[in-house]
């Protein structure tokens, strides 16, 4: 299987790590590409022609996802490729479910409060999963599983 990562120019470490461990543990090919979207998938219609279908992990809740369908092609001025979205209709708690039921492994910063992931620079720990133990002014932050309004999902992001 051929996975192609848009790695971010201000990445967390923990997802690089993360990115690494499962291209070996799932035993995968990988081009990663940083930059532009849009350009990285104009070069990998360029290396890969054949190539005619990417799946996504999207979901109805994401950023310009509400409007899509199981099987859309790329918007007009993009390369074309169908993007298949299997997880469109998941809800946060779906894939938290699904995850943890079949103990697959994810990001530690899951595990750290973080609920969606982005730059460095913009992406902070959810607010809803903060909290104080007894006898403390140290903040702390419950795993992301644990958010209960699946609509705060990017609440650490800005």
Request: aromatic share 14%; net charge negative.
């Given at each position: 299987?051929?996975?192609?990562?848009?790695?971010?120019?201000?990445?967390?470490?923990?997802?690089?790590?993360?990115?690494?461990?499962s291209?070996s543990?799932?035993?995968?090919?990988?081009?990663?590409?940083?930059?532009?979207?849009?350009?990285?998938?104009?070069?990998?219609?360029?290396?890969?022609?054949?190539?005619e279908?990417?799946?996504?992990?999207?979901?109805?809740?994401?950023?310009?996802?509400?409007?899509?369908s199981?099987?859309?092609?790329?918007?007009?001025?993009?390369?074309?490729?169908?993007?298949?979205?299997?997880?469109l209709?998941?809800?946060?708690?779906?894939?938290?479910?699904?995850?943890?039921?079949?103990?697959?492994?994810?990001?530690?910063?899951?595990?750290?409060?973080?609920?969606?992931?982005?730059?460095?620079?913009?992406?902070?720990?959810?607010?809803?999963?903060?909290?104080?133990?007894?006898?403390?002014?140290?903040?702390?932050?419950?795993?992301?599983?644990?958010?209960?309004?699946?609509?705060?999902?990017?609440?650490?992001?800005n």
């Amino acid at each position: 299987m051929l996975a192609v990562y848009f790695r971010n120019s201000a990445s967390f470490d923990e997802v690089e790590l993360f990115i690494k461990e499962s291209k070996s543990r799932y035993d995968f090919d990988m081009i990663s590409w940083s930059g532009r979207t849009i350009d990285g998938l104009e070069q990998l219609k360029k290396s890969h022609p054949h190539i005619e279908a990417i799946f996504m992990g999207t979901r109805r809740t994401d950023p310009f996802a509400a409007d899509l369908s199981m099987f859309t092609m790329t918007d007009k001025g993009w390369p074309s490729f169908w993007r298949v979205n299997p997880l469109l209709d998941w809800s946060y708690s779906d894939v938290w479910l699904f995850l943890r039921s079949l103990d697959i492994p994810y990001c530690c910063l899951y595990d750290r409060g973080y609920t969606s992931l982005g730059s460095i620079h913009s992406t902070v720990p959810n607010p809803h999963l903060a909290y104080k133990e007894e006898n403390s002014q140290q903040l702390l932050y419950r795993p992301a599983y644990l958010l209960e309004d699946g609509l705060r999902e990017r609440d650490g992001r800005n």
